[in-house]
């Protein structure tokens, strides 16, 4: 009896992994009102979808809704003392420059931190290493795309 009940219990378990890694990998959709930079690159402002492009991908696939051709970009794992209550964009702004930081989903206290870029670093001594304005925009999950 005692065994059958661990087995239970860890089947539960596994299967609530299974199920919170999926909607971890569900694609973000996020309607951003200004232009950004991502990694090297320069993005207009619109709605965007933000994914891994495969389950075992370490990268994120930045796109806009409208089809526009995608780009990738490189994060490294960033924690939080808690879950979020909303997954998020983060961004960085100098002036009128917006630069993504972090990508969080809700739920989670793990999340994405893209480096900085030589543009992000060079705003930065312009702005005499004083820390950047952060800008969060909200994202909500969507079901992937077929």
């Known amino acids: ?86 997954s998020k964009l983060v961004f960085h702004r100098y002036g009128n420059r917006y630069f993504l930081s972090q990508i969080w989903v809700a739920g989670y206290s793990r999340g994405k931190q893209l480096p900085k870029s030589p543009e992000e670093k060079e705003q930065a001594l312009a702005a005499h290493n004083q820390l950047p304005a952060q800008v969060t925009i909200v994202a909500r999950l969507t079901p992937p795309q077929p």
């Open 1 to 86: 009896m005692k065994n059958t009940l661990w087995k239970v219990t860890g089947l539960l378990g596994l299967a609530f992994l299974a199920a919170t890694q999926a909607r971890a990998q569900e694609p973000l959709l996020v309607s951003i009102p200004f232009s950004f930079t991502a990694g090297k690159v320069t993005l207009p402002a619109g709605e965007y979808r933000v994914q891994k492009p495969s389950d075992r991908s370490l990268a994120l696939l930045i796109q806009r809704t409208d089809g526009s051709p995608a780009m990738f970009v490189t994060p490294i794992a960033v924690s939080a003392n808690r879950p979020q209550p909303q």
